[in-house]
């Protein structure tokens, strides 16, 4: 009987410990000597809503593809081998004709597109090679719980798209890059630790948050660079009225305008929004974080209004853990 006992108690404890470890473990390598050579090959052979994590395993080398994990695959992880040397790359844009004769959009440009739930990318540079084209998403990402550490995000115009109003994203240590509203969309999304650069004067981040969420984009101890000769960058302008955008403890280098912030003048669908957008800082650091000028529409918040900004409370019942 106590045998008995004892072998249900080892595997009901193996069955409680499993969930930390991958259920099936895939390497991708551009020589053949992984499970596939292509990444989206890779991904359509996980099973459609896993049990568990699925891990795959990116090798050195740059892939040219046009990566789509669907929102039947979920709890995936990309990790990638270096994130400077794992690549995956493409160049398509907005009005360029694709096999089908017809003219692409921002929503379709992507490099990556993620629509599947709690999944995770480390190691991995993702880049549109895409430059004054037109609007080159190199991220896209609709799925819930999103997270990205340690890696590069590089593009031009609109290089990450936080899309879709019930996602939640954290970004962390990661390096990115880009010219106009290259952070955008509806998201509830967290940059920890990150590099931004602008590479022309431009706009950082264009939110279009929902009316009813309380938080859009939120910046805590990021640093804000600009390539050589870019002086007139502004943090953000509100792409939709109730735009949200935080940064906290963040460092801006003497490109970002002394006014922080723009409206958008001249969208007649919309032409007030500095009227209901939400825009602030608290403990802005360097050059650019002079608050002294900042349009008078927007916020600097308090050690009182820091008690709002944990990631319980932006993130409501999940906190991105940490490795």
Known sequence: ????????FISMANFLFAGNDPYVKITVAKNGEGDFTSIQKAINSVRDLGPAEALIYIKSGTYNEKVVIPSSKHKITLEGENKDNTVITNNDF???QDLFNEKMTTFNSYTLLVMGDDIQISNIT??????NEGQAVALHVEGDRFIIKNSNILGCQDTIYCATNHSRQYFENCFIQG????????????????IIKSLADSYITAAATEKDKKYGFVFFDCKLIAKEGVTKVFLGRPWRPYAKTVFINTEMGDHIFPEGWNPWKGDKMFPDKEKTAYYAEFGSKGTGGNTSKRVSWSHQLTKNDMKSYTLEKIFVGWKPHHE
């Open 94 to 96: 907005s009005g360029k």
């Open 1 to 8: 009987m106590k045998k008995i006992v004892l072998i249900v």
């Open 126 to 131: 993702v880049q549109n090679s895409s430059c």
């Open 179 to 194: 010219t106009t509203d290259f952070i955008f969309g509806q998201a509830t999304a967290v940059f920890k630790n990150c």
